[in-house]
């Protein structure tokens, strides 16, 4: 999605609303250093990170070059330079189910200072957004979550889920196929340049997943700031396969108790191809003089315990709501998927915000792709026509979006109402995804 970011002005009615309350709403513009810097400090410290290094603060404004950044400042405080709530967002791809990835948009830095709070500026920011989301021409609005209360009322709902995988040392006995190429220690510079490519084709495997901006992956990498403890306890493997051609690699620590064996943990691994998988899965969890590997952000659907000849080794916690998803356009996200079953659905859309609500035909032929089109008519002759037809929220048309939650279990829990029989089951057959979805990274 091609888009100037700082092409358009920032949202009016966000102005006018925070201007009644003497406040300034502001598109920053990152090479102006002064003000990136005074925002990225608010940024922090509206997430309790410590102050940035300079070194990280460098980092910082790198990324948020690429970004289009706002903040809102207060003239009457003792620094009126540092914003009182900040909140950046990007047009990005979003993977969805049969491998195409749809424009999306995707929030973050939501942050109000604690002086402020609770007299409407994130709504005013979170409005704003849809409304950049929608300029934009992006077909899903998305975020990850510090707390799932607040995004709701804004039409988000959890999409895809992600866990902490713990896998216990002693029990792990691989009988997973052996993969043909090989794994290897590389230093995390020289796979920078090949970082890339391998990361957007992990991506466009699974739904869910976003695509990949470089200072995160300088991040992961430990390259944004390479002389601290962290990012030299770091260690990076690549998969190669039988070729020589990198398919994969992760990035991992040991944590170290004196004397103790340690645990070896990662929340990044990228692999392009099912061997990659399994070969750096093998990898991590056959590591000697250490008690487990525990992997963060992974999937509630991992292969890992088909692995090990017991799977019990393998255990799951923290199982949370992680990707967000806001539909903006009901016709170009739909369209945008593949789907597991053929059939005709009508889906009545309430958008209490008033962006994607209405009515939608959706026909998905034999190969799972869909044709959607805005109808006019009301439900009561769709039910008359024996049409299969559901209504639902945009929060939920959010939720079944990837595949990740059944349309049957939000029916069961009446978020969804099935107008004409057989609908339900329908939705269900269609929306359900072949990989689960899931979200590797925070953004
Ligand atoms: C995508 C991301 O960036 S996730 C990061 C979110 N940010 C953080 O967690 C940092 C710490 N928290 C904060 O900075 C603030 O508390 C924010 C940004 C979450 C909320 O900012 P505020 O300006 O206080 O919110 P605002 O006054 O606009 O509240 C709007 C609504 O959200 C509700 N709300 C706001 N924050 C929360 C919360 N943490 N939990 C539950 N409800 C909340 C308010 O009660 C209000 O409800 P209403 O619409 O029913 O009246």
Known sequence: MSFDLQGFPADSEALASLAARGLDYRLVDPRNAAAAAAWVEADFRGFHHARPKQIELDHELGVIADRRVHGVYDSTIVDPAIPVATVSSWPTGLSVPGGRSVDAWAVSSVTVSPTHRRRGIARALMLAELQNARAAGAALAML??????????????????????????????????????????????SIREAAPAIARRAVARTPGEIDRWPGLLDRVLGLHDADSGRSRARRVVRYDDERGQAQGFAVFHVSREPNEPGVAEFDF?????????RALWRFLVEQDFVSGTRGLLRSVDEPLPWLLEDPRAVSFSDVVDHLWLRVIDPVTALTARRYSAPGRLEIEVDDPIGIAGGRFELVVDEAGRAEVTALEHTDAAASAKGVRSIRLGVRELGAIYLGGVHP??????????????GSIAAADAMFAAQRAPHLSIWF
Do not use: C, K, N
């Open 269 to 277: 691994l990228a692999a392009a191809t099912d061997d990659a998988e």
């Open 144 to 189: 990850t979550a510090t707390e799932a209360t607040i995004y709701g009322r804004y039409g988000y709902a959890p999409a895809a889920r992600s866990a902490t995988v713990f896998v216990d040392r002693r029990r792990v006995h691989w009988v997973g196929p052996d993969a043909p190429g090989r794994v290897q220690f590389v230093d995390a510079a």
């Open 408 to 421: 049957s279990v939000l029916a069961r829990a009446g978020r969804i109402t099935e107008l004409a029989p």
